[in-house]
């Protein structure tokens, strides 16, 4: 189970790609699964009379009041966390997966048990994953205590997967996943993206290695996405690594940026890619 979190300020624009039909209209049965408050929470996937607008409005109602006293919303407000199961995990229930974002929530001090927390849902649109949605401003006015809550999700989802028995990523090895950076958050605003070239690339990465059986397979299916994959290759021409890209993403010069794999999954660097997909007799 993998939590990727981003940051941004606009809670609409992120709602409005959950609830919608998605790149490849992959999509399916968007609605709420849990939230702050899920009588004050209106649910635009299957509510009548609700819409993204509206549940945005309440999302973003402690932020417009601080707006108000301060002149400007808060920066940086929007907190997104998708969770992801490992494919091979039996596909968990609604209630499941409100338990998951609720523990999840605690967890990274959105919402804790003791004092005010912050307001948020939590999406369902595919079988093995949930979306985290919450602006960052508390009853009060005060943004929440939220350090280092990247790596309290995923210790969270690590108790998760050894409490319900599921897929242990990255058990017996270290790893680490990558987050974006303040100045990646405003790029992907700046283009008009719902999420950084990191994260978007960690989902495909995640999504063709589901599609895999070999790495030629891995490869191949980064490529169907439109992903940019550099190899790096030793003195005898073999390959040792690989870089990848988001298309349109470019920097100063007008070239791709590329991200080492290692950097953005160290599940995935290409010695791991390899034995994950080796023939069981083989790893044996």
């Given at each position: 189970m993998i939590p990727d979190v981003s940051r941004g300020n606009g809670i609409r624009p992120l709602l409005a790609y959950l609830y919608g039909p998605?790149?490849?209209?992959?999509?399916?049965?968007?609605?709420?699964?849990?939230?702050?408050?899920?009588?004050?929470?209106?649910?635009?996937?299957?509510?009548?009379?609700?819409?993204?607008?509206?549940?945005?409005?309440?999302?973003?109602?402690?932020?417009?009041?601080?707006?108000?006293?301060?002149?400007?919303?808060?920066?940086?407000?929007?907190?997104?966390?998708?969770?992801?199961?490992?494919?091979?995990?039996?596909?968990?229930?609604?209630?499941?997966?409100?338990?998951?974002?609720?523990?999840?929530?605690?967890?990274?001090?959105?919402?804790?048990?003791?004092?005010?927390?912050?307001?948020?849902?939590?999406?369902?649109?595919?079988?093995?994953?949930?979306?985290?949605?919450a602006v960052t401003v508390l009853p009060t006015g005060a943004r929440p205590a939220?350090?280092?809550?990247?790596?309290?999700?995923?210790?969270?989802?690590?108790?998760?997967?050894?409490?319900?028995?599921?897929?242990?990523?990255?058990?017996?090895?270290?790893?680490?996943?990558?987050?974006?950076t303040t100045a990646e958050i405003i790029k992907a605003e700046r283009q008009g993206w719902d999420e950084t070239s990191r994260v978007w690339l960690q989902q495909q990465m995640r999504q063709a290695l589901e599609e895999a059986t070999t790495v030629d397979d891995y490869a191949s299916a980064l490529a169907a996405r439109g992903v940019l994959v550099r190899w790096r290759t030793d003195a005898q021409g073999a390959a040792v690594g690989y870089s990848l890209a988001r298309p349109g993403d470019t920097g100063g010069s007008g070239a791709p940026v590329f991200f080492a794999a290692g950097r953005l999954d160290s599940t995935l660097t290409l010695p791991r890619l390899r034995r994950a997909l080796a023939p069981a007799a083989d790893r044996l």
């Open positions: 998605g790149r490849r209209e992959e999509h399916v049965d968007p609605h709420l699964v849990a939230a702050w408050d899920l009588h004050g929470a209106p649910d635009p996937g299957r509510q009548p009379g609700a819409s993204v607008s509206r549940l945005a409005d309440r999302l973003d109602q402690h932020a417009r009041l601080r707006a108000a006293e301060l002149g400007a919303v808060p920066p940086n407000r929007v907190w997104h966390c998708s969770v992801r199961a490992a494919p091979e995990d039996p596909a968990l229930s609604d209630e499941q997966w409100a338990q998951v974002a609720r523990r999840i929530v605690r967890a990274t001090g959105l919402a804790p048990d003791q004092g005010p927390g912050c307001r948020w849902v939590a999406v369902r649109h595919a079988v093995h994953h949930i979306h985290l949605a939220m350090h280092r809550d990247a790596m309290r999700a995923q210790a969270e989802c690590r108790a998760i997967e050894a409490e319900w028995g599921l897929r242990r990523v990255g058990l017996g090895e270290r790893t680490s996943t990558s987050y974006p």
